[in-house]
């Protein structure tokens, strides 16, 4: 990830996960912790057997989060996306930066985009593994 303002502020990871975060205003404790548990544990990277088997945790491996809220993008209607649905700006980054503090609490170095601002980010994807992970769906009970 990089500014495109061209001040030289980069961050980068090596073997680990990109995760583009969007937050909405009903998001709370228990998402943040769920998505993290999640994300920590979830078994995404090949074993010695090439199946997908181990976890960023086992892996030792980084996350780069970027805050993202145009992934509420509404687009039913008309040609222009709604954003209305991606939580305010300052519960966002609230919730944004609890999310990465519990991913480190597992241990797991987090390299931040900056909220708010415009990034070039840049994916070289090695699978391809793609996955949408939505705390609306999570288990409950």
Known sequence: MSDP???????????GLLLLVGVQDSDGDAEVEWMAHKIA?????EDAAGKMNRSVLEEHGSVLSVSQFTLYADTRKGNRPSFTKAGRPEHADTIWNAFNAEL??????????VFGAHMLVGL??????????????????
């Open 5 to 15: 303002s061209g001040n030289g502020d980069s961050r980068r990871i090596g073997t």
């Open 104 to 113: 480190r609490a597992y241990g797991i170095p987090v390299a931040e985009g």
């Open 124 to 141: 070289e994807n090695d699978g391809p593994v793609t996955i949408i992970l939505d705390s609306d769906n999570r288990p409950t009970g």
């Open 41 to 45: 544990h979830m078994r995404i990277f």
